[in-house]
């Protein structure tokens, strides 16, 4: 994929005490990350994404229903937050906030993101493929 999207996920640092956003590949590969966030830091925490979002999603039983699809993971820390959700087909957005971010207003804006992410992703992967079969 030649476009880079990055400056999407600028979008989610709008958000006051939003601090990182990273758009992760279900293989627990970074495919985007806000620049403040160094490569090194975006590969752990891919792959920390990729294996958390798994364990929730194999949790959805806990709920009553075997049927339950996940749709959201939110973890904890003494200094902060870490927002994780789907972002279209085998694809993640994790947002780093610190414990003064109004929850509401970053879950609502990842879900405006994702929606940008996905036409844009989409629209991607059909010039790709219009190219190689060219």
């Given at each position: 994929m030649?476009?880079?999207l990055s400056w999407m996920l600028d979008g989610a640092l709008e958000i006051p005490g939003a601090l990182h956003a990273v758009l992760v590949s279900a293989d627990g590969?970074?495919?985007?990350?806000?620049k403040e966030l160094d490569r090194d830091s975006a590969d752990k925490v891919a792959a920390a994404m990729s294996g958390?979002?798994?364990l929730s999603r194999s949790l959805g039983f806990f709920c009553g229903d075997t049927s339950q699809r996940w749709r959201q993971t939110l973890?904890?820390?003494d200094g902060g937050w870490i927002?994780?959700?789907s972002a279209g087909e085998s694809a993640y957005l994790a947002v780093a906030a610190s414990p003064e971010v109004d929850m509401g207003a970053i879950t609502?804006?990842?879900q405006q993101l994702v929606g940008q992410l996905g036409?844009?992703?989409?629209?991607?992967r059909r010039?790709?493929?219009a190219i190689a079969h060219d």
């Open positions: 030649s476009n880079d590969l970074p495919m985007f990350r806000t958390v979002q798994s973890v904890e820390f927002f994780l959700i609502f804006r990842m036409k844009e992703l989409k629209a991607s010039e790709t493929s």
